[in-house]
C-alpha cells in the first residue's frame, strides 16, 4: 500500500515541529531545512512524541536542482498527500536575501511538487498578517505577480530601498498573490493551494510597539505555535475539501482592528517628542 507523504520546509521551526505533531501518525513525514543540526533536534523531540517515520533533508530551496532532489525523495517514498512550506519563516537582515529565501524559495518548490500532486494532495504557504499592512495599490502588486522573472528580487528591493522589515511584509504579500494565482494550475490536477498568516508569536526582546499591538488585538496576546499547526492540520485535511486559494489569518483579530491601532500607535510615538 502506497504511503501518504507530508513535506514540511523549515522543519526546525517550532510552528514545523508543531504540525508534524499534529500529523505525523498519518503518514511518512519529510523535514527539509538548510540546518542539519536544528533538523536533528527537531527529529529528536519527534521521536519522543512517539513520531518514528521521519525523514531529515538539507537543502538550499533557492536551488532548482537541490528542490528537484528533494521532489525526487518525497516521490520514492509514497504519494504527496500534504506540502507544508515554512522555510524563510525567520527574519534575516538582508532584503534581498530575505526576497530571495521567501519568494523564489517557495516557486521553486510549487514548481517541483506539481507533478506529484493528485486530488488528495493539499499545500499551505507561511504567509504572515505583516502582509496585510502593505497598501496594496502601489506599482509593485504587478511586480509582485511575475513571480520568477529574472530581476524579481532587485526589482522589489528597489521597492523596498533595501528596508529588511519592508522586504519581509511585501515578500508575505507576494506569497499571498502567488497563492492566488497558482490555485487554479494546483486545481487542475484535483490539488488544493492555500496559505495562512500567523499574527504575533511571544519573542525575546518585544519592544513596546509590540505590546501597543497586542493592546488593540482582540484576543489581547500571542498566537502559539501548536495554534497555527492546528489551522494548517485542518487545511491539510479532508475537512477543508473545497477551500483552496485562500489566506487564513491567524491572527487573534489584529488585522480585523488594524485602523483603530495605527491611530493608537501613532499617538504613542507622538507623546514621545
Not at 101 to 115: I, R, S, Y
Not at 121 to 150: C, D, F, I
Amino acid at each position: 500500500m502506497t504511503k501518504d507523504v507530508y513535506v514540511i520546509t523549515g522543519g526546525s521551526e517550532q510552528v514545523a515541529v508543531a504540525v508534524a505533531k499534529q500529523i505525523g501518525a498519518r503518514g511518512t513525514l519529510v523535514l527539509v531545512d538548510s540546518c542539519e543540526k536544528c533538523l536533528e533536534l527537531a527529529r529528536q523531540q519527534l521521536l519522543q512524541a512517539d513520531i518514528t517515520d521521519i525523514h531529515c533533508e538539507t537543502a538550499d530551496l533557492t536551488s532548482t536542482q537541490a528542490v528537484g532532489k528533494l521532489a525526487e525523495k518525497a516521490s520514492e517514498l509514497g504519494a504527496l498527500r500534504g506540502l507544508v512550506h515554512m522555510a524563510g519563516m525567520s527574519n534575516a537582515n538582508d532584503s534581498k536575501r530575505m526576497m530571495a529565501d521567501k519568494v523564489v524559495g517557495m516557486n521553486h518548490v510549487l514548481e517541483a511538487f506539481l507533478p506529484l500532486a493528485n486530488e488528495s494532495t493539499s499545500a499551505v504557504m507561511m504567509s504572515s498578517m505583516t502582509a496585510y499592512m502593505v497598501p496594496q495599490n502601489g506599482q509593485y502588486m504587478e511586480v509582485l505577480k511575475q513571480q520568477l522573472s529574472a530581476n524579481l528580487v532587485e526589482t522589489l528591493d528597489q521597492f523596498t530601498q533595501g528596508d529588511a522589515g519592508a522586504a519581509n511584509s511585501m515578500a508575505k504579500l507576494a506569497i499571498q498573490l502567488i497563492v492566488e494565482d497558482q490555485a487554479w494550475i494546483w486545481g487542475q490536477k484535483g490539488a488544493r493551494l492555500n496559505s495562512v498568516s500567523p499574527g504575533m508569536m511571544s519573542l525575546p526582546g518585544d519592544t513596546g510597539d509590540i505590546q501597543t499591538m497586542l493592546d488593540h488585538t482582540p484576543l489581547r496576546r500571542t498566537v502559539e505555535p501548536e495554534e497555527i499547526a492546528s489551522a494548517i492540520e485542518f487545511l491539510l485535511s479532508d475537512s477543508a475539501s473545497y477551500i483552496t486559494g485562500i489566506d487564513l489569518r491567524i491572527d487573534g483579530g489584529t488585522i480585523a482592528n488594524y485602523p483603530r491601532m495605527k491611530a493608537a500607535m501613532s499617538q504613542e510615538k507622538m507623546k514621545r517628542f
